[in-house]
């Protein structure tokens, strides 16, 4: 059974959706995520375990190699993909209670701004180390962003930006969350942003890649 664990947190790492998923070639026909995952839940191994031993190791290693720049966007895209396919078998554990999530994580592009890979990256990744996300999309006003800390309290929110135009819009977002909720903990990341920034704003982190968010998330609950 540990082997069959040990496959998803592979498939995860290097992409492997399901069997016919081309990517990557040198397992071409295989079995992918999807597969071992309903094979394992088949075979009564614990949901809890899957996502922890399986998923969370294996986006914990490419979210690695990601933040060393050894591996890059599209193949960051692609474990994200093999994550989530394997996590629709578990999703109704969620639902159940069977299995617990760390926490909520609300997240989206500020206001002004239209990028969206950056943010997506991130709720993939956070998501793949068993948090709830919430993902408010692109253009997301402080109003909205309020709205979501008073529907999940206990909440962590994340801000993306990647315009120097639209980046000075976290400011208000910051003291608006913080208004309505003072011990909300507030992530920010995007090119033009800086710890610098990070901490004029009042922000609690600020991280370059989506590991160092999911690592300060994790660090909350531990």
Known sequence: MSDLIERIAYCVEFGKINKISPYPPNMKGQDGADELTKQAIDKGIDPDEILNKGMVVGMDKVGQKFSENKVFVPQMLM???????????????????????????????????????????????????????????????????????????????GL???????????????????????DTKVLIGGAPVSNDFC?????????????????FLNSLVA
């Not at 994200?80 to 609300?106: L, N």
């Not at 991280?207 to 690592?215: E, L, T």
């Open 79 to 157: 474990s994200a993909k093999a994550m989530s396919t394997a996590m629709e078998h578990i999703k109704p554990f969620f639902q159940s209670g069977a299995v617990q999530r760390k926490g909520k994580f609300v997240v989206g592009t500020v206001a002004g701004d239209l990028h969206d890979i950056g943010k997506n990256l991130v709720g993939m990744m956070v998501e793949g180390a068993g948090w709830e996300v919430i993902d408010l999309g692109v253009d997301v006003t402080a109003e909205k962003f309020v709205a979501a800390v008073k529907e999940n309290p206990g909440c962590a929110i």
């Open 160 to 182: 993306s930006a990647l315009l120097t135009t639209t980046m000075v819009n976290m400011e208000n977002i910051v003291s608006e969350v913080k208004n309505v909720d003072k």
């Open 199 to 215: 901490n004029k704003i009042g922000a609690d982190h600020y991280s370059p890649d989506p590991q160092g968010a999911v690592k």
